[in-house]
């Protein structure tokens, strides 16, 4: 199905320019979730490697952040061009690590690319503020200096988006990284740390060190040069690392789970809502933070949406996401399977209604991967643990409501605030929609999925610590600000004392 081929079998590190294997010489297989078939071999790095990748960086960080940035950009974009002329192989590598299909795939590293040039951008940018100063012949501006070493921990689920989303904005702001990739999904960040090297990227800037998150993860977080921890992922290793840096007084940015739900309001355009529904619900098997998890719906139109739903699911490819056709992939893996199969469970024991879907798929050549037939629950009650906990797979709970001011209230009554989605006609309701949906994503007329590079991405409440990744929000987690005054006067003028 694909010609793509890795020349290495086992994978190396990067550190201060080189290809090294890890100290501890252990590896782990990355297998491939559509067959089960092991793709290459990852280093399980030790506390020592993530030393030295933090020792490089950190040395390399005091001459990067004195090259102009407008130079720091000119690596992005080149960056940038290698991404796009190996668009097609990063791809397909993309669908064999982590199983979503091809489409979806070219599309997250799209995600990639764009955020390679908008952040490039930025070079001639990084924009600090001039204003006046309350004193005569005095001078005052602040500027964004960059924090140092940042350390990035990413999820398995958008391997390479949500790196570029983190690593650009530090490079290009003077930072220098060290990445650890989620164990499951590491080629992304091989092929990324080569793309880098191409591009002229001085050593020790970007290190990747490959490896467990009790080991390598947890060394980052309680390494004391490592200034800025950006993390993507579960909350309850979130949480852990936010403690962790607490104490350290470390600047932390967590972006986490999330429940989100689509409104399906009695004046949508039921094929339009029909069809986002599909798509946030389903693409990347409903393993997105984005994921739809929930279809908030008015009563008068329950029904119909239920049957129009059923019978687009019916027409639901599932397969390997390398064949152009299939439009659902597998689970990452046996141990998320595992957890879908105990939400079925307990959405039938909490007595909502299985209309479709709630088993593995194993027929054929779905034997070898990870499959799960897309679900769909109805009856559902805001309260139910399906209707309240991330399932992080293809189940959707539709949840019927009275009216609009109860869907605000469904939708907003939930741990998490990540995403949410409008489907209505009214524009009244639009406004007042974006209002008061407690998400830091809001859609109106499409799903919960789909955001673009250029606008910040995170979300409210249990889903994250008030950060957000990409836009320009992004330069906030990776700079300082710095205050600086300059008096001209030639004397001694002390702010708040000596105004006239
Ligand atoms: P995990 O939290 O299990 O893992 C995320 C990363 O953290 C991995 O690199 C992992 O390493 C590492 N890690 C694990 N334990 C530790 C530790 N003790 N200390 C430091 N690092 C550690 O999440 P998943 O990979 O399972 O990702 C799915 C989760 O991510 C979902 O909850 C999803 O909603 C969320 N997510 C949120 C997004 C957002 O922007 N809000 C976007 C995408 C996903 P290892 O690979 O070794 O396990």
Redesign the pocket.
Known sequence: MSSITISEEKLSNYINGEWVNGEGKRYTPVINPANSETIVEVPLSTVNDVDNAVKSAKTAQKEWALVPAPQRAEILYHVGYLMKERKERLSQLLTMENGKVIEEARGEVQEGIDMAFYMAGEGRRLFGQTTPSELKDKFAMSVRAPVGVVGI??????PIA?ATWKSFPAIVAGNTVVW?????TPLMAFELAKIFEEAGLPKGVLNVVF????E???A??HHHDIRVIS????????R??AGECGKQLKKVSL????KNAVIVMDDADLGLAVEGILWSAFGTSGQ???ACSRVIVHENVKERLEERLLVEMEKLTIGNGLDETIKVGPIINTGAIEKIKQYIEIGKEEGANLLAGGYVLDEGEKANGNYFAPTLFTDVTPSMRIAQE?I?GPVVSLIPVKSFDEAIEVNNNVEYG?SSSIFTRDVNRVFAAQRDLDTGIVYVNAGTTGAEIHLP???TKG??NGHR?SGLAALDVFTEWKSVYVDYSGKLQRAQIDVE
């Open positions: 921990i990413t999820p398995w689920n958008f949500i650890k990739p989620a164990t499951e490896g467990s998150g009790s390598v993860g947890e980052m977080v993390f993507t992922g579960s909350n309850d290793v979130g852990n690392i972006e986490m789970g999330g997105r933070c984005t991330e992080f990540l991405f995170g979300g889903t994250g990744d």
